[in-house]
């Protein structure tokens, strides 16, 4: 209901002043009263205010009902994320190759780890407010395990650590999501988050990461061991 608050506001906060005419104590009580009605006619009507998928939309807020991620939707946002900085850093290789600034293996190595570095601090940042690119696209959202507030820049940095570990044990600290109902990983665990779905997801989409996501999840595990 447009402005609907601050008129309920000004309506309960009005002074009541008495008729010049009628100064009776009676008549001041039948005002007070008849603007009492009003403000709660008004109030109501302000409450009912809004579409069906607005007041669908809160219900659910008030009941609290957090649906975790997949772990298939996860694993398709973080590729997002990594494909999108690789092309980023294979567009920005071949300006500077063009342009003659990189000329030998060691210049060439320094541009990729500034780049993955530039990476690490953008997972950090943008995990720390709850949604990377990729996150956004997929519609999943990372928060504390609590579900009531976004991490700390220590909590996302610990994740993102997490991230390195996953490398280090072959995989074996995401595939702990397989093994706990919230879909819970080892960076997970180390930043005491979950990740949460911000959308519900059509059938065409569901079949889409499942797909997208273990043949992900198989070349992952894949390239950790051989």
Do not use: W
Request: charged share 20%; hydrophobic share 45%.
């Amino acid at each position: 209901y447009p402005g609907g608050e601050a008129a309920v506001r000004k309506c309960e906060s009005a002074p009541v002043v008495a008729h010049q005419f009628a100064d009776t104590e009676r008549g001041q009580r039948l005002r007070i009263q008849r603007r009492a009605g009003r403000c709660r006619r008004f109030r109501r009507r302000f409450d009912c205010a809004g579409s069906q998928q607005d007041r669908e939309a809160k219900a659910q807020y008030a009941r609290k009902e957090l649906v975790t991620a997949s772990l298939f939707e996860r694993v398709v946002a973080f590729v997002i994320d990594l494909a999108l900085f690789n092309f980023l850093l294979i567009v920005l290789g071949h300006i500077l190759i063009r342009l003659g600034l990189i000329n030998n293996q060691n210049t060439l190595s320094i541009l990729v780890s500034v780049f993955y570095f530039v990476f690490f601090v953008y997972l950090v940042l943008f995990t720390a407010k709850g949604k990377t690119f990729g996150k956004m696209l997929v519609g999943i959202e990372v928060v504390n395990k609590d579900g009531k507030s976004n991490l700390t820049l220590k909590q996302s940095l610990f994740r993102v650590l997490g991230y390195i570990l996953n490398f280090i044990t072959l995989s074996g600290g995401f595939l702990l999501g397989f093994f706990n109902q919230q879909n819970r990983t080892l960076p997970d665990f180390l930043a005491s988050s979950i990740v949460i779905s911000t959308r519900k997801k059509s059938s065409s989409e569901e079949i889409a990461f499942s797909i997208l996501g273990t043949i992900t999840i198989c070349a992952f595990i894949l390239l950790a061991y051989y």
